[in-house]
Protein backbone atom coordinates (compact mmCIF):
# COMPACT_ATOMS: atom_id res chain seq x y z
CA UNK A 1 0.00 0.00 0.00
CA UNK A 2 2.92 2.28 1.07
CA UNK A 3 6.82 2.90 -0.16
CA UNK A 4 9.28 4.11 1.95
CA UNK A 5 12.72 5.62 1.12
CA UNK A 6 14.66 6.22 4.39
CA UNK A 7 17.32 9.13 4.84
CA UNK A 8 17.42 12.86 4.16
CA UNK A 9 14.26 13.32 1.35
CA UNK A 10 13.05 9.82 2.57
CA UNK A 11 9.13 9.46 3.43
CA UNK A 12 6.04 7.38 1.98
CA UNK A 13 4.57 7.63 -1.21
CA UNK A 14 1.20 5.12 -2.19
CA UNK A 15 2.26 2.02 -3.92
CA UNK A 16 -0.44 2.13 -6.36
CA UNK A 17 -2.58 4.49 -7.83
CA UNK A 18 -4.90 7.03 -5.63
CA UNK A 19 -7.46 6.03 -8.15
CA UNK A 20 -7.12 2.53 -7.55
CA UNK A 21 -6.86 2.27 -3.59
CA UNK A 22 -10.07 2.64 -1.85
CA UNK A 23 -10.84 3.54 2.00
CA UNK A 24 -11.75 -0.01 2.55
CA UNK A 25 -8.38 -1.23 2.02
CA UNK A 26 -7.00 1.58 3.99
CA UNK A 27 -9.39 0.96 6.86
CA UNK A 28 -8.50 -2.84 6.38
CA UNK A 29 -4.32 -2.13 6.54
CA UNK A 30 -4.63 -0.41 9.92
CA UNK A 31 -7.41 -2.38 11.27
CA UNK A 32 -10.27 0.00 11.56
CA UNK A 33 -12.82 -2.14 9.78
CA UNK A 34 -16.05 -1.32 10.72
CA UNK A 35 -18.14 -4.24 12.02
CA UNK A 36 -22.03 -4.15 10.60
CA UNK A 37 -23.18 -5.60 13.74
CA UNK A 38 -20.70 -4.16 16.40
CA UNK A 39 -23.01 -3.28 19.73
CA UNK A 40 -22.60 0.32 20.21
CA UNK A 41 -22.18 -0.29 24.08
CA UNK A 42 -19.29 -2.60 23.92
CA UNK A 43 -21.20 -5.81 24.19
CA UNK A 44 -19.54 -7.09 21.15
CA UNK A 45 -21.46 -8.77 18.03
CA UNK A 46 -25.14 -8.37 18.07
CA UNK A 47 -25.99 -11.18 16.11
CA UNK A 48 -26.20 -13.70 19.11
CA UNK A 49 -28.41 -11.55 21.33
CA UNK A 50 -32.32 -12.53 21.90
CA UNK A 51 -33.12 -8.94 22.02
CA UNK A 52 -31.27 -5.48 20.66
CA UNK A 53 -31.18 -1.87 22.08
CA UNK A 54 -33.32 0.28 20.93
CA UNK A 55 -30.06 2.00 18.82
CA UNK A 56 -29.31 -1.46 16.83
CA UNK A 57 -31.20 -0.78 13.94
CA UNK A 58 -30.12 2.95 13.65
CA UNK A 59 -26.22 2.05 14.15
CA UNK A 60 -26.40 -1.16 12.01
CA UNK A 61 -27.91 1.18 9.35
CA UNK A 62 -25.43 3.71 9.91
CA UNK A 63 -22.26 1.01 9.86
CA UNK A 64 -23.74 -0.47 6.32
CA UNK A 65 -23.52 3.25 5.11
CA UNK A 66 -19.76 3.62 6.17
CA UNK A 67 -18.62 0.21 4.63
CA UNK A 68 -20.50 1.52 1.51
CA UNK A 69 -19.06 4.64 1.34
CA UNK A 70 -15.69 2.98 2.34
CA UNK A 71 -15.91 0.30 -0.64
CA UNK A 72 -17.20 3.05 -3.34
CA UNK A 73 -14.54 5.65 -2.15
CA UNK A 74 -11.37 5.76 -3.41
CA UNK A 75 -8.79 8.37 -2.05
CA UNK A 76 -8.30 10.16 -5.30
CA UNK A 77 -12.21 10.67 -4.60
CA UNK A 78 -10.49 12.77 -1.57
CA UNK A 79 -7.58 14.76 -3.79
CA UNK A 80 -10.24 15.59 -5.82
CA UNK A 81 -12.40 17.65 -3.30
CA UNK A 82 -13.00 21.25 -2.80
CA UNK A 83 -13.92 21.06 0.50
Given at each position: ???????????????????M????????????????????F??????????????H???????????????????????????
Open positions: MLVSKAGHRGGFILGQSADLSFEEVLGAIGARVEEDRCLGRGSCEHLDTHCPLDSACDLNSRVNGWAKNSRISDLLESDS
